[in-house]
């Protein structure tokens, strides 16, 4: 007896709840015979926030949609990570809540299942699901946690900026082993100038990967034993390197000993490819207003008219982004100062722009450091426009779209 | 141990009774009506607004949801996304007979874009009710619509419904989104429900359908705008 009461209080999920306060969960598991692991979650208080809190103490709106959507909805969100999780072969229930309970925070995936069960057994009954709340979507729709993870995102890439203060810039050169952003640079010489290493320092992933010995020495018979090894001469790459250790002065020796994530520059590269781009949904998502397929469109539902201008040419709305962020309850999660600081490096980041229009290349190109040159010279040529970006007067506008336009 | 286990244990149960209570108290005022065969839900009510509003849900065609927004003191009402007129028409005569004991006064047809399943009905309640005007979207240029709605367009009927329009360009030219608002807050403009058509569901989005070919997240910046209202 004193065994069932002592699995079934470690079963519950206990909470300190604080209000809109990181929250800790414990939970445990239970094997088939008995008492199997303890697991100790610190759930994401955003998600906790969201899905527990009782509505009452928030300004939430009801929503109403013009489809009862909501079972399948939450059953395709489930089937979708389902599908993407190798292990799973068979998309029965009991699966679905086996391979997925890895793949959500513990506070969401609850809140979904309950949702789920109850939104079941209303069809079953034949009642509505609707109205739900808004807050409850910002966990419960796909499209807010990607919201989310945009914001977040540009936090990141705001809070890096702050951090280095704007004045890092990568230098990229043929033969060069940058350690840490070091301004002594060894150059190698010919022969392996493709293998360019750099530490980074800052933000360490958690990424582990094992090499071993045998595919390195295989690696080097395979390029000495081809038209490289004239390249390199007799010391082969050993030899380079060893070389290049014993010359290096003993700070840099220091800073390889550190642990840190090795990676080439071509991996550096995608990486930062991958960065920019998500940058660049971040801002046009967060920072732009909603606008017409047309620039008629917009003047006629008084929306704002960003010309027939590129996306990359658009005005970021920095207030917009700072909203989003506060009412996603980001900054929730952050300390005080860590706060003051995100805050901060947007006022700064305004005045790094200057007169310039704060556009996502320019962000961009501030944010990650990257030469400011648009390169969409063909972007100018509009016929439609003839570059004005923005017309004067709205009835211009329309009279220009009347003979083009097609309602789709 | 054991006396942690058991304090974590109670402790869910009394807070999964207080959330319980919660709801139910949000739900007192839910009140069911059997439902006809063609209706896919039974059709129920919401009051909001500090009750002097309530909010009906009538089913429509497979999955579709129309709503009625009733001042149960004028009787004055408006329908959003009436689809298939017959299943209104079975729900404002329900309504009239068993819960409002008086001559609906339909004011208003709201559109928030021009599909079929959410303006089908429009001609035919029209027909019935001709005080109505009928709202859409300024872009849509739905047949017979009377009032062309904005970004920013305030809807009154009567002196209790009060309804915002938010243009979310994305599941069609034209769509909108309506907000009502709440009564009696006169120092801020607050909302207590919100009609989002198809451009948001629970759990979801509606696929943007009329948006630029180069426009990526033209969905994203629509929730955006609602968020930051």
């Known amino acids: ?237 050993f030899g380079i390197l060893d070389k290049t250790l014993n010359t290096m002065p003993d700070s840099q020796l220091q800073q390889l000993q550190k642990p840190g994530v090795f990676e080439t520059d071509k991996d550096k590269m995608k990486e930062q490819e991958r960065k920019r781009k998500k940058l660049y949904a971040a801002l046009y998502s967060l920072g732009l207003p909603p606008f017409g397929i047309t620039a008629g469109d917009s003047a006629r539902m008084n929306l704002a008219i960003l010309g027939h201008t590129k996306m990359m040419d658009k005005r970021i709305d920095f207030s917009r982004i700072v909203g989003v962020i506060e009412r996603l309850y980001l900054f929730e999660k952050f300390a005080t100062n860590k706060r003051e600081k995100a805050l901060k490096g947007i006022r700064n980041l305004e005045s790094e722009i200057g007169e310039n229009v704060p556009t996502a290349f320019n962000i961009c190109a501030v944010l990650l450091g990257e030469p400011n040159d648009s390169g969409f010279f063909l972007g100018r040529l509009c016929c439609l426009c003839g570059g004005k970006k923005t017309p004067e007067r709205y009835g211009e506008v329309i009279a220009e779209e009347n003979n083009m336009e097609k309602n789709v | ?112 874009h021009k599909h079929w399943d959410h303006s089908a009905g429009c001609a035919a309640i029209k027909a019935c009710f001709s005080s109505a005007k009928i709202y859409c979207g300024a872009n849509e240029k739905f047949p017979g619509v009377d009032v062309d709605l904005k970004h920013g367009d305030l809807i009154e009927l009567g002196e209790e419904i009060k309804i915002d329009t938010v243009a979310v360009p994305s599941h069609t030219r034209g769509s909108v989104i309506f907000y009502l608002r709440d009564i009696g807050n006169n120092d801020r403009v607050q909302h207590s429900a919100m009609f989002t058509g198809d451009t948001l569901f629970s759990g979801g989005c509606g696929a943007p359908f009329e948006s630029g070919i180069t426009d990526l997240v033209p969905m994203q910046r629509c929730f955006v705008e609602l968020l930051v209202r």
């Open chain 1, 1 to 237: 007896m004193s065994k069932h009461w002592l699995i079934s209080g470690l079963c519950s999920i206990v909470y300190l709840h604080q209000r809109r306060r990181p929250i800790v969960l414990v939970s445990s598991l239970i094997g088939l015979r008995g008492l199997v692991p303890i697991i100790i979650i610190r759930s994401d208080p955003f998600f906790f926030f969201a899905c527990r809190t009782n509505i009452d103490d928030i300004d939430t709106i009801r929503i109403f949609p013009g489809h009862d959507y909501m079972l399948e909805m939450l059953k395709r969100q489930l089937v979708e990570v389902a599908k993407k999780d190798p292990s799973s072969h068979v998309l029965d229930r009991d699966d679905l809540t086996v391979t997925n309970s890895i793949k959500f925070p513990p506070a969401f995936y609850f809140t979904l299942m309950e949702r789920l069960y109850m939104a079941e057994k209303k069809r079953g009954m034949r009642i509505s699901n609707t109205p739900s709340y808004f807050e409850s979507e910002f966990t419960m729709s796909t499209d807010f946690r990607r919201l989310r993870d945009l914001c977040e995102h540009f936090l990141d890439c705001l809070l890096d900026w702050v951090e280095r203060n704007g004045s890092v810039s990568l230098d990229k050169g043929e033969g060069v082993v940058r350690v840490g952003g070091g301004d002594t640079a060894k150059n190698l010489g010919g022969g392996v100038d493709d293998i360019t290493l750099s530490v980074k320092r800052r933000r360490v992933k958690p990424v582990f990967s094992t090499i071993y010995s045998s595919d390195l020495e295989n690696l080097v018979h395979y390029r000495e034993g081809n038209e490289e090894r004239r390249y390199l001469g007799e010391e082969g790459v």
């Open chain 2, 1 to 112: 141990m054991l006396g942690l286990g058991r304090w974590g244990h109670v402790k869910l149960l009394l807070w999964e009774k207080r959330s319980m209570m919660v709801l139910d108290e949000k739900d007192d005022s839910d009140e069911d009506i059997v439902p006809p065969p063609n209706f896919h839900t039974a059709i129920t009510s919401l009051t909001v607004c500090n009750e002097k509003l309530k909010i009906f849900v009538i089913a429509s065609f497979a999955d579709n949801l129309t709503y009625l927004i009733l001042s149960p003191n004028s009787g004055c009402c408006c329908l959003v996304d009436p689809g298939d007129s017959e299943n209104v028409f079975f729900a404002l005569s329900q309504i009239e007979l068993s819960i409002v004991p008086k001559r609906l006064n339909l004011q208003a047809i709201l559109l928030t």
